[in-house]
C-alpha cells in the first residue's frame, strides 16, 4: 500500500482525483476487501493451525495491532511473494535464451548434482552455478526496484543533506546496479570461485 502511493507520488500522478490515482484507490480497496474476508474467514473457521497466516493473526492479537497493520503485513506477502518469483523467473529464463553458453554449463551442474531424481533441499548448497545466476538476474533485473526509507536523523547521502521528514527518501536498486561503470558487462561468465556469471547482457 505504501510502495505504491510513493510509487505514483514520485511519477507525479499522486495528487487530486485523476484517473490514474482513481483506479489506483478502487484497487486499493479491492485488495483491502480480499484481505478483510480472508482473516474473517480464518478467524471464524477457528482451531489451531501452523501456516503464515495464523503466526500473523497470533502476533496481531498479541500486540492488540489494528487491522490496517495486519492488512500491510499480508498485502507484502500476497504481493511479493508470487510476483518477485514471477519476475524473477521470467528474466532469468529470458537471459538463459540469450546466453546459451550459460544455460548449457548450468544444465550441466544440475544434472551432475541432481540426475534424473526430483532435487532435494540439501542439493542447493551444491548448486553454486545456479546460485550466481540468480543472483546475476536479481542484480540486472531487480524485482525489487525501488527501496523506500525514512530519514530518522540527519544524515548525508552522495552530498545531499538530508533531515527527517516525510516523504520518505527512495533508493533504486536497477539504477544503482546498471549504471555505467558499476558493472562487467559483456565479459561473460567468471570461472573463478564463486563461479558467478557477471556480464549477462541486457
Known amino acids: 500500500m505504501e510502495s505504491a502511493r510513493l510509487l505514483h507520488s514520485i511519477t507525479m500522478q499522486g495528487i487530486g ?3 490514474e490515482n482513481l483506479r ?3 484497487a486499493m480497496l479491492g485488495v483491502d476487501r480480499l484481505l478483510r474476508r480472508v482473516v474473517s474467514e480464518r478467524r471464524r473457521s477457528g482451531g489451531e493451525r501452523r501456516d503464515l497466516l495464523a503466526m500473523i493473526l497470533a502476533a496481531a492479537d498479541a500486540d492488540g ?3 490496517a497493520r495486519v492488512r500491510d503485513e499480508l498485502g507484502v506477502f500476497l504481493l511479493g511473494g508470487h510476483e518477485t518469483t514471477a519476475s524473477t523467473l521470467t528474466w532469468l529464463f529470458s537471459l538463459l535464451a540469450r546466453h546459451p553458453e550459460v ?3 548450468l544444465a550441466r551442474e544440475i544434472r551432475e548434482v541432481v540426475g534424473e531424481r526430483r532435487p532435494r533441499l540439501e542439493d542447493v548448497p551444491e ?3 545456479l546460485d550466481s545466476v ?3 538476474t536479481l542484480r540486472l533485473y531487480p524485482p525489487i526496484w525501488l527501496i523506500t526509507r525514512r530519514v530518522a536523523s540527519p544524515t548525508t547521502i552522495g552530498g545531499y543533506r538530508m533531515k527527517p521528514a516525510r516523504p520518505s527518501c527512495s533508493a533504486t536498486t536497477y539504477c544503482s546496479e546498471t549504471r555505467a561503470g558499476s558493472t562487467s558487462q559483456g565479459q561473460g561468465p567468471s570461472s573463478g ?3 558467478h556469471p557477471r556480464g549477462l547482457r541486457t
Do not use: G, Q, S, Y
Open 103 to 105: 544455460d548449457e554449463r
Open 24 to 26: 489506483l484507490r478502487v
Open 193 to 195: 570461485p564463486p563461479p
Open 134 to 136: 540468480i543472483k546475476e
Open 65 to 67: 495491532a489494528p487491522h
Open 127 to 129: 548448486l553454486r552455478f
Open 17 to 19: 482525483p485523476t484517473p
